[in-house]
């Protein structure tokens, strides 16, 4: 989540994830906030680089599952047909924001520091009541929200020197409410990850060769050339798919994006029997090609639960590192690579598509959706940007290392209203961008 914070009043912040302000309109002077939230993966996969889990006696020492079928662009990149599927996706996504929020909240009403407003979503105000002088109000767009101080406030008959404004706290108490929605939803994640392995456990693996087929498209390229849902599909062009994982995913993928209108041959197993079809791939609108289809590698899935509270600690721990590592590995790759990496960058509308996938094809996935969004959320938020909590947690470094003596003002409106509108326009870039690539919004381009 993105907390504009400054060391001085600060202005508000934005996000990849959502576009949000304390009002519906940005002002010139902008209040102090603590929007949330920002997310941008270089992927949504789950899959991840030290797997623990396999099925070798249900002991954790082998292939980790990855979590949700491939929609992968070109193909079924998401899908909102399922309204339930979309509703649970979005709940995951309004539950992060509020804790993310609560964070910032908590912290600074237990340090006795005024707060003014608590918002869920933004845009125009849906409903709201007061309590104990706080403005608590949920917003038309919930794909935000914010933590509001007095600071700045014009209409707020706090005096400008009270010490319970956060802009008159010490540095330390600042640092705190700035860091509370991470640290908050770096706790959630690994409520996430404990709720999941006691209830329902953890999903091992045993893969198989090939890439299976679980949907197909009614009048697709791939249903017009006889491909069933249910097909495993062995070979691409002749090339020989690995076994299970994402790789096999990602060749067929390649290859069909290659050929739009050219044949493409396909060896699939069919029950007992292997044969060959040949498909031709329909034209995207990018030039690209696609057939229609949803894959996932070929794996068969269990469950492994822990046999006592111990056990399940230990599950919890090496999963959440797990996720995490594959979060800060990826995050990573997105710089390092961004010329390839950054068309992956995902927006409120991917995110919720893909969430609503998981949640279509294998509910247990939320779990693990929730708690990699959760960790993305908090590592993003870190990072020393303006409009994103780590640019505010910079300002205040910067003002520890001067000594106390904080930025001019104007200095610091200036960064972080130039942070806000590259936020702003990546933000409906990426929705803009996201809701082309859903495939109803294609079909009807």
Request: proline share 6%; charged share 20%.
């Amino acid at each position: 989540m993105v907390i504009s914070l400054s060391s001085s009043p600060p202005s508000s912040s934005l996000s990849l994830i959502k576009l949000t302000n304390s009002s519906s309109e940005f002002p010139s002077k902008p209040k102090t906030h603590l929007p949330s939230c920002s997310f941008s993966s270089s992927d949504l996969s789950f899959h991840r680089k030290d797997p623990f889990l396999s099925l070798k006696g249900g002991n954790p020492n082998g292939t980790r599952l990855k979590f949700k079928s491939c929609a992968l662009p070109g193909l079924d990149y998401s899908n909102f047909e399922s309204i339930q599927s979309v509703l649970e996706a979005a709940a995951v996504l309004t539950a992060i924001i509020v804790v993310h929020e609560s964070g910032h909240f908590l912290a600074a009403y237990l340090q006795g520091i005024h707060v003014s407003k608590f918002a869920v979503g933004f845009g125009p105000i849906l409903a709201k009541f007061n309590a104990n002088n706080v403005e608590y109000s949920i917003r038309a767009f919930p794909l935000g929200g914010f933590v509001g101080f007095p600071d700045n406030d014009p209409n707020s008959d706090i005096p400008v020197d009270d010490v319970n404004l956060l802009k008159n706290r010490p540095i330390l108490d600042r640092v705190i409410v700035v860091s509370a929605g991470v640290i908050a939803n770096i706790i959630f994640a690994y409520a996430i990850i404990f709720t999941q392995v006691l209830s329902v456990g953890l999903p091992v693996q045993e893969g198989y060769p090939g890439v299976i087929v679980p949907e197909v498209r009614p009048f697709s390229a791939a249903s017009r050339d006889g491909l069933l849902a249910g097909d495993v599909i062995l070979e691409v062009n002749g090339i020989q798919l690995p076994k299970g994982g994402p790789n096999a995913v990602t060749e067929v993928v390649d290859v069909i994006k290659k050929n739009p209108k050219r044949n493409v041959v396909l060896k699939v197993e069919r029950g007992k029997q292997d044969f060959e079809i040949g498909v031709t791939p329909d034209e995207n609108y990018d030039g690209t090609g696609k057939i229609g289809v949803q894959l996932s590698p070929n794996v068969k899935i269990s469950k492994v639960k822990p046999k006592n509270v111990a056990d399940a600690f230990n599950y919890t721990g090496r999963e959440f590192w797990g996720l995490s590592f594959n979060v800060l590995d990826s995050l990573k790759q997105t710089f390092l690579n961004f010329s390839q990496t950054a068309s992956k960058v995902s927006g409120p509308v991917a995110i919720i598509a893909v969430g609503a996938e998981v949640a279509r094809s294998n509910l247990d996935g939320l779990y693990q959706f929730a708690a990699l969004l959760n960790l993305n959320l908090a590592v993003i938020n870190l990072l020393p940007l303006p409009a994103l909590d780590g640019g505010t947690l910079a300002f205040i470094l910067i003002e520890a290392a001067r000594g106390g003596r904080k930025l001019p003002l104007e200095v610091e409106q200036t960064i972080m209203s130039s942070g806000i509108t590259v936020v702003v326009f990546l933000g409906l870039f990426l929705i803009v961008r996201d809701t082309l690539n859903l495939d109803f919004i294609r079909d009807m381009l």
